[in-house]
């Protein structure tokens, strides 16, 4: 589970110096030459947009759910002078959208922000609720200096709220202003987040400023966890859960997700591997190596130590097959579902690891009880004829494998009385440690009660979760499809 036009960002330099005659010698750049420097521009909006065009508010896609209609200024509520930013936040079931969001773009150069440590801006709503993302430094296009502050706590009353910025010599051409999203639904997972119901909520006096309060950076990667992974030859793996908390002016610790880019990473062993700008450890040999990483200049909490065993063989290519016939949950090979979410319900011990090999996208579970794979609405498999799963048994004494259907009945939900499931027991002799195995359900074979109290025999015209449940086994996954012979 991520179009617009490319914009080049250009490089511009001014010589202070004027040149004189041109000999057939080259010159070198005098050390009095000055590089031009773009608008440092703090304020974003006040009583109106601050060195912005008027379209400077971009809606996230409608087709994700979005009400672009959501969005628009308010000349009757002010925080300071005569207007304010007015998002009227629609209720989960909208026909228009079940959320507004989007971003204040600089469509000029950009501006030069590194004077500044924190985005601020002042927001009242018309109920306590949570706006469920702000930050700045996306732009729909590279993202380069992202940065998100997630489930602000929204009061009737205008507060000030802060947004720091992780490392401001990194934003010398800046383009993105201000992102925010808030819903009945959380746009991520899609899932209840308090506001179940339609809401307003103003913001005013939206800039950047240096509020030298901010202080004690702690950053971290893999969320603070030092890790130890398994990897192969080829492969990717992304540095994953990158945050930098911050003391706050008002004494609070504040927490920020962070894009990659201003995190400088090390590899102990770059012959084993190495990390690009992206994040993405790209693996280039055997042998064992530490992942690491600093914002400036600050030791992050969490690594990952990883031992790369060898070349990776991956599962056969699915066949070619008409879309029609096909419904693929996780497979690079066909157009899956949306949102997939690898882990929506899992055992506490599990150890979940995603890879990445020329383009297929693997998942590992080690220690796997039970492990639910989810996605955005719910699917009619009752026209196909088989689920397809490709295991890999990593290691168990007694290996045992269930794949379990979940379908959320005619409401399309979870819970309400008409869910049903089903499971169906893989043979353990089937499954070879080391080996590759292609396991072919029939759709009408998922007869087994299952963990989660359905009796078996799902429905399958609203199939919401794939699960697979095992005894503390672990497997390497990938390509689940249901088809139609």
Request: charged share 20%; proline share 4%.
């Amino acid at each position: 589970m991520k179009n617009r036009k490319h914009i080049n960002l250009k490089t511009i330099f001014s010589l202070t110096l004027v040149l004189g005659l041109l000999f057939s010698c080259e010159r070198d750049l005098s050390d009095e030459a000055v590089f031009a420097t773009f608008p440092n521009t703090a304020d974003i909006f006040t009583d109106s947009p601050v060195s912005l065009t008027d379209e400077f508010f971009i809606s996230f896609d409608p087709a994700f759910g979005a009400n672009p209609e959501a969005f628009g200024t308010d000349d009757d509520v002010a925080f300071a002078g005569n207007s304010s930013i007015r998002i009227d936040v629609p209720a989960a079931n909208d026909p228009n959208g079940s959320f507004v969001g989007g971003i204040f773009l600089d469509r000029g150069e950009g501006r030069d922000l590194t004077g500044y440590t924190a985005l601020s801006f002042w927001a009242k709503g018309s109920i306590t609720a949570n706006i469920g993302l702000v930050g700045f430094g996306t732009d729909f296009d590279e993202n380069k200096f992202a940065v998100e502050r997630s489930n602000i706590q929204l009061s009737t009353d205008w507060r000030k709220y802060i947004v720091p910025i992780p490392d401001p010599s990194k934003l010398v051409q800046e383009k993105g202003m201000f992102i925010f999203s808030a819903g009945g639904l959380d746009v991520v997972d899609s899932v209840p987040n308090g506001n179940e119901i339609g809401f307003t909520f103003w913001i005013d006096e939206l800039k950047f400023e240096n509020l030298g309060t901010i202080a004690q950076l702690r950053p971290s990667i893999f969320a603070g966890e030092d890790l130890t992974e398994q990897g192969f030859v080829g492969s990717t793996r992304s540095i994953t859960d990158l945050e930098a908390t911050f003391n706050a002016p008002t004494g609070e610790d504040i927490t920020v997700g962070a894009a990659p880019r201003y995190f400088d990473f090390s590899s102990s062993d770059t012959d084993v591997a190495f990390v690009d700008e992206l994040g993405l450890i790209q693996i280039v040999g055997e042998g064992t190596t530490t992942i690491t990483g600093q914002l400036n200049g600050v030791l992050a909490k969490g690594s990952l130590n990883l031992e790369v065993l060898g070349t990776f063989v991956g599962a056969d290519t699915p066949p070619i097959r008409d879309p029609a016939d096909v419904i693929s949950i996780f497979s690079d090979a066909y157009n899956s579902v949306t949102n997939l979410n690898l882990a929506v319900f899992n055992n506490d011990d599990i150890q979940i690891q995603t890879q990445n090999f020329n383009g297929d996208q693997i998942v590992t579970y080690e220690n796997l009880i039970f492990v639910g794979l989810g996605w955005d609405g719910t699917n009619d498999v009752s026209a196909m004829t088989h689920l397809h799963v490709d295991v890999q048994l990593v290691s168990s004494t007694s290996p045992a494998l269930t794949v379990e259907l979940i379908d959320f009945g005619a409401n399309n939900s979870e819970g309400g009385g008409d869910d049903t499931g089903g499971g169906f027991v893989v043979a353990s002799s089937e499954l070879t440690e080391g080996a590759w195995v292609g396991v072919d359900i029939p759709i009408n074979a998922f007869t087994q009660a299952t963990g989660g109290g359905f009796s078996g025999s799902p429905n399958l015209n609203n199939i919401a979760r794939v699960v697979l449940v095992s005894n503390g086994s672990s497997f390497i996954v990938d390509n689940i499809y249901f088809y139609r012979e």
